[in-house]
């Protein structure tokens, strides 16, 4: 079955004529088009603002992209919130939700101004320590964890009860308790109980679970809740034939629940936010790469000049990337191919068993729905660089939005060794 690209293969070879594959390349019409969506959504609820999950892309240049939709950062690392920093961010939009939170992060994001998600109860006392004579801010979340299994009717379900997030529904009740002793006045809840959804029920199940639990804590311990944050999620049709996510249907849904639980509460004043990562990038970016070598011994591969390291997901967890031969979207998918990278690893296979049309080298392949956990999961294994990122903007031109590690970057820590300096 067929999967649009927004590339052609005319395209995709100009891009490479000026950056060599592989690279990743990103389509910011389709960026800009889903962010409208997303605000669109949204839009019943006043406070509404997305924090993009930097982890996602950190690319500035997509971040600033997003930052004209009133979009914020949703940070988990002392480089995220440098990053969120130098694009001028003010606190309010930087969500610092981070676990296991080194001392030092935490006082940078208080320096920002961020808001800070707390993942566990003893982080009261942790972040305390840090804040010194300043006392808490004045604004903080809480990240909630119900434990058990989350299933929703299409059979999608995820398992909080085995994740390290979060606290349980009694510690989240004690931690605003001891909270508002502390001065705080506005309180948040997160939680983020499945991941990559596609089903449009994830957003308002989950925003139903949360309203009701803000609506029992803010009427047991008569605290003000300012936000709710549905966190990420939300995923992408990542197979061919797939339905994709309706972000307006989610949207209507988060806003039924909202006004069957939280409005006749009297907490209409409450903000919806959001930390989508996977949805708003995810489909607008591809890995370009070229097929360099077949091989054909018990099986047939096709090797490419991309590997994990560009694109880990299909090695880490197995996950399904979709392949299009650019200049064959219409030939038959009669051959069957193991699609291969070059890291001695037997899982640097982009795809195995698949179906595709007959591949020559040189062919250039576009490997799907990269723009999330993309490149930003790449590594260094086996001394390879990571590529270009590309921005094909909305008239057709490109960008260079990041350029290609060179060696020189690779050994820049070993600055330390005398044989490494002034590699140029
Ligand atoms: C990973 C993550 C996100 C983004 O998740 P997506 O599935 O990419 O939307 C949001 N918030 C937190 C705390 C995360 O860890």
Not at 45 to 53: D, H, L, M, S
Not at 133 to 159: H, V
Not at 392 to 405: H, N, P, T, V, Y
Request: hydrophobic share 40%; proline share 4%; glycine share 10%.
């Amino acid at each position: 079955m067929r999967k649009e690209t927004f590339l052609t293969k005319e395209k995709a070879e100009e891009i490479a004529a000026q950056f060599p594959t592989p690279f990743h390349v990103y389509d910011e019409k389709g960026i800009r088009d889903n962010l409208t969506a997303i605000k669109k959504a949204f839009a019943w609820n006043k406070g509404f603002r997305e924090y993009f999950a930097v982890k996602a892309n950190p690319n500035p240049f997509l971040i600033r992209i997003m930052k004209e939709y009133g979009c914020g950062c949703d940070c988990s690392s002392y480089t995220e919130l440098m990053l969120a920093e130098r694009l001028s961010l003010p606190g309010e939009a930087i969500m610092f939700s981070s676990n296991d939170t080194p001392a030092e992060e935490y006082a940078y994001a208080l320096k920002l101004g961020a808001v800070i998600n707390l993942d566990d109860l003893t982080h009261i006392d942790f972040l305390e320590k840090i804040c010194g004579a300043e006392g808490f801010p004045k604004t903080i979340s809480c990240r909630f964890n119900p434990g058990g299994l989350f299933e929703m009717s299409n059979g999608i379900m995820d398992n909080p009860g085995d994740s390290k997030y979060g606290m349980t529904k009694d510690q989240l009740f004690e931690a605003f308790r001891i909270l508002k002793t502390k001065g705080v006045e506005h309180f948040g809840i997160h939680a983020f109980l499945a991941s990559n959804t596609v089903t449009n029920e994830y957003y308002p199940k989950l925003a139903g679970i949360l309203f009701s639990l803000a609506k029992d804590i803010s009427e047991t311990l008569n605290v003000h809740i300012s936000f709710i944050n549905l966190s990420g999620g939300v995923g992408i049709a990542y197979q061919p034939g797939q339905e994709a996510n309706d972000i307006l249907e989610i949207g209507k849904g988060v806003e039924e629940q909202y006004r069957s639980i939280l409005e006749p509460a009297g907490m209409g004043d409450v903000a919806i936010y959001t930390e989508m990562g996977r949805f708003v990038t995810g489909p607008y970016g591809a890995l370009v790469t070229r097929a360099i070598h077949e091989k054909h011994i018990y099986k047939e591969y096709i090797g490419c000049d991309a590997c994990a390291v560009n694109l880990m997901r299909p090695a880490m967890y197995g996950a399904y990337h979709h392949i299009t031969v650019l200049g064959k979207e219409n030939a038959p998918c009669d051959h069957v191919y193991d699609v291969t990278g070059s890291l001695c690893e037997n899982n640097d296979k982009f795809a195995i068993d698949r179906s595709l049309p007959e591949i020559g080298i040189g062919d250039l392949l576009y490997i799907h729905d990269a723009g999330a956990h993309g490149y930003a999961m790449g590594y260094n294994y086996n001394g390879k660089l990571k590529c270009a990122e590309i921005l094909l903007k909305q008239d057709g031109s490109f960008e260079m939005i990041r350029r290609a590690e060179t060696p020189a970057d690779y050994f820049a820590t070993f600055d330390c060794f005398p044989e490494f300096k002034d590699l140029g």
